[in-house]
C-alpha cells in the first residue's frame, strides 16, 4: 500500500512539472513578445491550453512567473557559458570562449534575447520583488564572474579588474546582438561573426 502510495505521488509530481513547464514555455513566449507590463495571466493561459485560474495553481503572481521564467533562461545561459570554457582548461582562451558562448546563447535564442534585456535595463521589470530582483541579478552576475575568470586566466585582466572587464565585454556583445536582431549591421553591410572576432582580438595580451 505504502509502495502504490509512493508511486501515485510520483505520477502527481511528475504531472504537476509537466504542467509547470508547459505554463512556463507558454509564458516564455508571451512575456517575450510584450515583456512583463505587456502580458496578460488570460493570454499566457490561452498559450498553454490551461484557465486562467490553473496558473495561479502553480504561480501566486504573474511577476512570479515572469521570475521563473527567467530563472530558467540564465540558469541555461550560465550552464553553456560554463560548458564552453570550463574551469580546468588550460590551454588558454577561457574568456574568448566564454563570450562566443554568450553571443551564440543570446544570437540562437530569440526569446531569451529579448527576456534578458527586460532583466538587463532595456524594459524595468516592474513588478518583481526587491529578492526577486536580487536573485535573478546574482545569477547573471554569476555568469559575469565566470567570464571574468577565464579573462584572468588567459592573463587579460587582473583579479582587481575581471569583473569590471567581464562586464564591459559583455556589454558590447549585447550591443552586437542588438545591432543583428534588428537588422542595422546588415544595412551596413557588416557581419557579425567577423565584427566579434575583431573584439576578442583587441583582449588578447
Known amino acids: 500500500m505504502d509502495a502504490d502510495a509512493t508511486a501515485g505521488d510520483h ?9 509547470r513547464d508547459l505554463i512556463r514555455d507558454a509564458a516564455k513566449r508571451v512575456f517575450s513578445e510584450k515583456g512583463i507590463a505587456g502580458a496578460s495571466v488570460r493570454e499566457i493561459a490561452k498559450a498553454a491550453g490551461y484557465t486562467t485560474g490553473a496558473i495561479y495553481t502553480y504561480f501566486a503572481t504573474k511577476e512570479e512567473l515572469y521570475a521563473a521564467v527567467l530563472r530558467d533562461s540564465l540558469a541555461a545561459l550560465h550552464a553553456e557559458v560554463t560548458a564552453a570554457s570550463p574551469d580546468e582548461t588550460t590551454s588558454g582562451g577561457r574568456g574568448e570562449a566564454a563570450l562566443r558562448a554568450l553571443w551564440s546563447f543570446y544570437d540562437t535564442r530569440r526569446s531569451d534575447f529579448e527576456l534578458g534585456f527586460y532583466l538587463y535595463g532595456g524594459a524595468r521589470p516592474v513588478g518583481l ?5 536580487r536573485e535573478l541579478n546574482a545569477a547573471l552576475d554569476a555568469v559575469m564572474d565566470h567570464i571574468g575568470a577565464g579573462l584572468v586566466a588567459d592573463g587579460i585582466a587582473s583579479p582587481q579588474d575581471a569583473h569590471h572587464l567581464a562586464v564591459a565585454s559583455a ?5 552586437l546582438l542588438l545591432m543583428t536582431k534588428t537588422g542595422r549591421l546588415r544595412s551596413l553591410h557588416e557581419d557579425a561573426d567577423a565584427l566579434l572576432t575583431t573584439y576578442l582580438a583587441t583582449l588578447r595580451p
Open 129 to 133: 520583488t526587491p529578492e526577486l530582483d
Open 171 to 175: 556589454t558590447w556583445v549585447f550591443g
Open 11 to 19: 505520477r502527481q509530481e511528475s504531472v504537476r512539472r509537466f504542467k
